[in-house]
Structure formats: structure tokens, C-alpha cells
């Protein structure tokens, strides 16, 4: 029995260690020829399954109302924020940038400098309600960005002076594998609090909800976590199909029905809401399209809730959405929990490793069989991890990433196989035939 | 028993209550197009926040959306046009679904409809018609520079003239109201009102239709350093062209555009059409600059 375990022992290692090979080969791209299958599931993860289609239906969060700014110059932004601080809103965020990008003041590359009364009517509104968070961007500095320093923000650029001196700034930034502002954007997660040259910047939904529910914030602020995980709930997605024959047809990207309040460009100012709705709630202004069912891709990700989770697909969510998915799971304290590092591999080592001894004690007592129940065994571990990490999700919000215990429940078969092959064959040669051991007989 | 009964009587206050306090079926959460609900004896516009009660009635409009949220905090969405029954919406929240329903109806559903589609619903074309009315053919604002005095400026409308001109200056004042029944005037940016503006913005309007106007362009003096340059490198070339023949105007044109000067290439384009105008060569070469540079849009 002893060498049942020290066998069990050595083939696990073996696995662990053809992984970690292969996973070094594979960084090689020395299989070029999957590179479009692996490009394609490169942002694949299963709980995108649970995110897509099976999580439980969810409740609208009403203390979140979206003001859509579209296209509207600055001078109509101020109207609309005069307009939401008569309602008396607790926190008012601005999902928007109000300075010339990349420092280039000149009236060409910056034109919104030229409407200085409307710079002046925008600065005074965002002073005079007194509540306003307003987005910053995290920056690598051009000494970081040579350095080729990666997730490395040194420098944070604020909205010009007369923005930002009168609101609280948090950063907007996202973790997405965008190079760009216009590249492809997935989002599945967002940090909540980054320490720039000494200084903690928070998150935009963070610092929103600061404001609203300190006591929420600093317990989320609390689990300590690097990168937290967004637990989407909804979206806003509203479209403008002008097709008789196309209404009928499942359009939309996410199977998510609308989560928070939603109020176009024109209707503020039109007197199209009713005033009630905003006391004391967090009112978020930012772009949900140039108006209401505007197709456009401008600051729109891919998120878990869409309806293609691999492959091509039209992304599904404004940032603005995503920024209040975040101030809805922090105040709902509906985080996504995660195994620690180290679980992983214990899970992984511990599957692997009774998977080896069930495969002996196979071997030795059916081995006609072994070839068979080997291969059933391990569809029935990979089909099992892979409900169990969906189910947990959906049902559990936990986000059981199991990549290595499926990767190791792959592997065992064909390394018990070679391990096998190559002992079998090392014993052969190393031990002298019967006939050739000379005996007292 | 007198104590069931006070238990039961606390019981059925808390849950009468609670159902009354429910005074709403639904709350608008978000509103789409022209959408009416009749909650009394009129029609009203809908309005987003607005509570909607069991006896009131929906009328959506075409295109239009319509999102709502139950008293129970489950949303609902109303994508198709016609009349609905808040009493027969609230009737279809249902209690929800489970997990493993869910993931049943998903592996159910993941290889039927899906894979059966139309294939030639998309088209490689687009619907072109931009949201203003007017469209007045002057550059994009980082290209609005000018040289010269004399901008012509015309412009496309929907509808009929007259219409109304004005050109402003960075604080709105007004500097120029203009009223012509033609789809084009020509301002002399040397009039003294103009002299200290190095920035003007331009508006034409319907005096018909107020709100048929168009958008906001700017035209921009060239800064003295670099009107010195542009000086310098017309005057290489000013030797051979003199500005009276059409043919002159058309290369002044092609220098003008080279410098991204495009405001007074449009006036030597016209210049060289009014002097030719039956030589449909220039008008060709100005609506190809006009496309090149995106001043206007081909019309499909």
C-alpha cells in the first residue's frame, strides 16, 4: 500500500511537471497553427457562462439614475447638472474628461477651449452642487511608459483646474486588455484603490460610493484586494430597431433586462423625469450614445453578460454602465469572492493525486478495463469540474477558477501512460533476466 | 386563544399593510420615443420616475422603448408598439427562475435557433442624412484657418429660404446677421466689426423654421507669424499667377488646399467658376475638392 502513495506521489509530480512544460512551450508559439483557436478563447473564461445565461434574474437598483450627455457641448452638460442639483441628489458622478487631451492647449487640437462661456457656466454648475466626483485618468509618466513598465501608473491627468478643484476626482480606468481608448475593451474587473507617487486615488464607483455609504465602502476598501472582480447585474441597453420583421428577433447583446434608472440627453432639459426620483440618490452623467438606441461603439465593452462569451461578437455595455455595476455590487455588498492562490494548486494537486491512485488500483485489479475507465474517468472529472465552477458562480457568486485541475485532469491519463511506459521499460533494463542470476541451486 | 387572536390580527395588519403600501405597479425607469399612459381619464406623456397603478393603460409608440420597473424590484422591457394593460404586465413578472432551469432552457436552446439564420440581413451600405437640416460646406473647426479677407460661405437646406446668417465672436456677440433667399453669401472679413476678431463663428438658420438650422463653424484668422510664412510661399508663385483667370484662381486653389488653407481655396474655386462658367471642368475639380476633404458629403 506504501507504494501505492509513492507511486501516486511520483506520477503527480510528473503531471505538475509536463504542465509547467507545456505551459513554457506554449509561450514559445511554437503551435502557430492553433494561434487563431487560442486567439479566439484567449478571453475566454467558463464563468463567462454563468455571467452570460445562468445567474438568477436581478433586482433593479433604483438609488442609481444614468443621465445620458451624448453629444451635448459643455455649456448644456452645465445646464443639466443645475438642473439635477435643484433635485438634490446625494452624489453626482461626471463619467466625462474636461480638459484638452495629452496637454495640447491650442484651439485646433483642443476646440472645446473656444466656447470659454460655456468652460465658465460648466465650472460654476460643478461648484455650486458641491457633491460632484469627476473622473481622472491613471498614466505611466514617459520615464515608466520607455521603461516599458507594465501596470505601472505614475501620473494622474485631472480635468483642467477650474474642473476639478471644485469636485472630488477619482480615476475611471478599468482593467481591460485595451492598448488604446478605441481598442477592443473586456472588462471583467476594476481596481479599487491605486497608490500614485504616495497618494491613494480611488476608483470612480469607489469614490462614489464614498460619498453615498461610507460605512459599505470602507468594509468593501477592507478585503484588501489588489483587483476585484465586477458581479454584474444588468445593463442599459436600449435599441433602435426600425424593422417591423427585426423586432421580433432576439437583438440585443446581453440576456439582461435594464437595472437602473435611464434618462436621455434631450429629456432633462425637455422636463420628461419627474424630480422625485433623484433625492438622495447618486445621479452618474456619461455617454450612453449620442441619444437613446444609438449603435455606436464609443466607450463600450465587453463584458461577462454577453450573449457570445468566445469569438466575434458587438460589445454589450457603456463604461458608464459598468462604473454603476460596480457602485451597485459595493453598496449591495454582493461581492465576487475568490480562491487564493495557493488553493488552486492544493485543489489541483489533491485531484491529480487520487486520480493516480484510483487509475493503480485499476490497473492492478481490472487491467483489461484500465485503457477505458481511465478515459470515462477523466470526461467525467473535466465535465464535473466544468458544472461546478458555472454552478458556483451562478448560484454562489464565487468565482471557482479550477483552469489548473482541469488542465491536470486532462493530463493525467496520457502521463500515467508514459510514467508507466518509461518505468516499465527503465525495470527491463536494469534487472537481470531470471536466466542470467546465478543461484546457490 | 385571546392571544392566536391578537397574533393573528398583528399578522394580518403587517401584511395588509405592506400589500397597501405598495401604492404602484410599476416605475418608469427609462423612456424611448413618444409613449403616452392613461392613468385617469387622459393621455399624458410618459414621464421617466412616473408610477404607473393596476388600472392604467400603455400606449407605445413605433420604435420606441419602454422600461419598467415592478414593486417587487423586477424590471420589464416593452419593445413592441401598441396598447398594453398594466394589470396584464404586473400579471407576467413572474417569480423568477432557477439555476437549473436556466441552464436547461440554455442547453436546450444553444443549438436550435442559433444556428438557423438569415444570411444576407446585413448590407455593405449606409443611410446617409446627417441630423441638421442645413449643411453648410466650410471645414472641420482644426482646418477652419483663412488667409485672405473674403470667405464665401454656402450652405444646403432641406427646406425653402430665407435664411438668416449670423457670425459671432468668441463671447457671442453678434458681429454679422445676414438675410438672404440664396444658398450662399460672401462676408468681407476686412469690415472694421471684424478686425479685432481673430476667431468667428458661424450660423445659418431657416427664418421660416427656427429650428432648422445648422451647425456651429468656426473660421479662424491665421496668426501673423504664420501669415508671414503663408505670404512668403504664395509669393514664389504669384510671379506666374495673377489672380484673373480662372485657370490662376485654380492653381491658387491647389496652393490654398496644399496649406490646408481650405476656406480660401473654396473662394478660388468659385472665383474661377464665375469666371468660366461654362467650362465644367472647374466646377468637377471644386465638388472633388469638396468630397477629398470631407467639406461635403457624397449624397448616395
Known amino acids: 500500500m506504501k507504494n501505492i502513495w509513492l507511486q501516486s506521489l511520483a506520477i503527480t509530480l510528473f503531471v505538475f511537471l509536463t504542465l509547467w512544460g507545456a ?31 445562468l445567474r438568477h434574474d436581478p433586482l433593479v437598483d433604483q438609488r442609481i439614475i444614468l443621465v445620458n450627455f451624448g453629444d451635448l457641448p459643455r455649456r448644456e452638460v452645465a445646464q443639466q447638472l443645475q438642473i439635477i442639483s435643484q433635485y438634490k441628489p446625494r452624489v453626482i458622478g461626471i463619467d466625462g474628461y474636461y480638459n484638452c487631451e495629452g496637454g495640447l492647449r491650442d484651439t485646433v487640437n483642443c476646440p472645446q477651449l473656444i466656447d ?40 494622474i491627468e485631472y480635468s483642467d483646474p477650474i474642473f476639478s478643484d471644485h469636485a472630488r476626482n477619482a480615476y475611471a480606468n478599468l482593467v481591460t486588455g485595451a492598448v488604446y481608448q478605441e481598442d477592443v475593451k473586456l472588462c471583467r474587473s476594476f481596481i479599487p484603490k491605486y497608490t500614485v507617487r504616495g497618494k491613494d486615488e480611488y476608483a470612480f464607483a469607489v469614490q462614489i460610493c464614498m460619498l453615498y455609504d461610507s460605512a459599505k465602502t470602507k468594509k468593501f476598501l477592507a478585503r484588501n484586494k489588489e483587483e476585484e472582480v465586477i458581479n454584474y447585474h444588468g445593463n442599459v441597453e436600449i435599441q433602435d430597431i426600425r424593422l417591423k420583421n427585426l423586432k421580433r428577433k432576439s437583438t440585443t447583446t446581453t440576456n ?11 429629456q432633462l432639459m425637455n422636463g420628461e423625469v419627474l424630480p422625485e426620483m433623484f433625492k438622495d440618490n447618486i445621479v452618474i452623467v456619461g455617454f450612453l450614445g449620442a441619444y437613446f438606441g444609438d449603435a455606436t461603439w464609443i466607450d463600450k465593452y465587453f463584458t461577462p453578460l454577453n450573449k457570445k462569451v468566445a469569438g466575434r461578437a458587438n460589445p454589450d455595455m457603456f463604461g458608464l454602465v459598468v462604473h454603476a455595476n460596480i457602485v451597485a455590487m459595493i453598496l449591495n455588498e454582493d461581492y465576487v469572492s475568490e480562491l487564493a492562490e495557493w488553493e488552486k494548486y492544493v485543489i489541483g494537486f489533491l485531484v491529480c493525486f487520487f486520480t493516480v ?45 479550477l483552469a489548473l485541475t482541469l488542465g491536470v485532469a486532462a493530463l493525467v491519463g496520457p502521463c500515467y501512460d508514459i510514467y508507466k511506459s518509461v518505468q516499465n521499460e527503465l525495470i527491463r533494463r536494469f534487472t537481470k533476466p531470471k536466466s542470467g542470476v546465478l543461484t546457490n541451486n | 386563544m385571546k392571544k392566536g387572536n391578537l397574533l393573528l390580527a398583528m399578522c394580518f395588519l403587517a401584511v395588509s399593510s405592506w400589500t397597501f403600501g405598495q401604492d404602484y405597479a410599476f416605475k418608469v425607469l427609462a423612456n424611448k420615443g413618444s409613449n403616452e399612459v392613461k392613468s385617469g381619464d387622459g393621455w399624458l406623456a410618459v414621464k421617466t420616475g412616473t408610477s404607473l397603478k393596476t388600472g392604467d393603460e400603455l400606449k407605445i409608440s413605433e420604435n420606441a422603448y419602454l422600461g419598467l420597473v415592478h414593486s417587487s424590484g423586477k424590471p420589464i422591457e416593452i419593445k413592441q408598439a401598441g396598447s398594453y394593460k398594466v394589470a396584464d404586465l404586473a400579471a407576467k413578472v413572474s417569480g423568477g427562475t432557477s439555476v437549473l432551469n436556466k441552464y436547461t432552457d440554455f442547453i436546450l436552446s444553444s443549438n436550435s435557433a442559433e444556428a438557423k439564420k438569415n444570411r444576407l440581413s446585413a448590407t455593405g451600405a449606409v443611410h446617409r442624412g446627417g441630423p441638421e437640416d442645413i449643411t453648410v460646406f466650410l471645414p472641420e473647426n482644426q482646418y477652419s484657418s483663412i488667409y485672405n479677407n473674403t470667405v464665401i460661405i454656402n450652405w444646403d437646406a432641406k427646406g425653402t429660404g430665407p435664411y438668416v446668417v449670423t457670425l459671432k465672436n468668441m463671447f457671442e456677440d453678434e458681429l454679422l446677421k445676414a438675410e438672404t433667399p440664396e444658398k450662399s453669401l460672401q462676408v468681407n472679413l476686412s469690415e472694421p466689426k471684424f478686425a479685432n476678431e481673430a476667431a468667428i463663428l458661424v450660423e445659418v438658420k431657416s427664418k421660416v423654421d427656427g429650428k432648422s438650422k445648422s451647425e456651429q463653424h468656426l473660421i479662424k484668422k491665421l496668426a501673423p507669424a504664420e501669415q508671414e510664412r503663408v505670404k512668403k510661399a504664395l509669393g514664389e508663385i504669384t510671379s506666374q499667377v495673377s489672380e484673373e483667370s480662372a485657370l490662376d484662381n485654380l492653381i491658387l486653389a491647389g496652393f490654398y488646399e496644399q496649406n490646408k488653407l481650405f476656406i480660401d481655396a473654396i473662394t478660388a474655386y468659385e472665383k474661377a467658376i464665375k469666371m468660366s462658367p461654362d467650362v465644367p471642368s472647374y466646377k468637377e475639380a471644386y465638388d472633388e475638392f469638396l468630397l477629398r476633404n470631407k467639406i461635403k458629403l457624397e449624397k448616395r
Open chain 1, 116 to 155: 470659454t462661456l460655456g468652460n465658465l457656466m460648466l465650472a460654476n454648475a460643478i461648484e455650486q452642487a458641491g457633491n460632484v466626483v469627476l473622473v481622472s485618468k491613471l498614466l505611466q509618466s514617459d520615464s515608466a511608459s520607455n521603461a516599458e513598465a507594465i501596470d505601472l501608473y505614475d501620473s
Open chain 1, 256 to 266: 439582461y433586462p435594464i437595472m437602473f434608472y435611464a434618462i436621455d440627453a434631450n
Open chain 1, 357 to 401: 491512485v484510483l487509475f493503480i488500483e485499476i490497473d492492478l485489479k481490472l487491467p483489461a478495463w484500465f485503457d477505458a475507465l481511465s478515459v470515462l474517468i477523466q470526461l467525467a472529472q473535466i465535465l464535473l469540474i466544468s458544472g461546478l465552477v458555472v454552478y458556483t458562480y451562478a448560484g454562489y457568486s464565487f468565482k471557482l477558477d
Open chain 1, 23 to 53: 505551459s513554457n512551450i506554449t509561450d514559445f508559439k511554437l503551435f502557430s497553427a492553433f494561434d487563431p483557436i487560442s486567439q479566439a478563447l484567449s478571453d475566454f473564461e467558463l464563468t463567462d457562462y454563468a455571467f452570460s445565461n
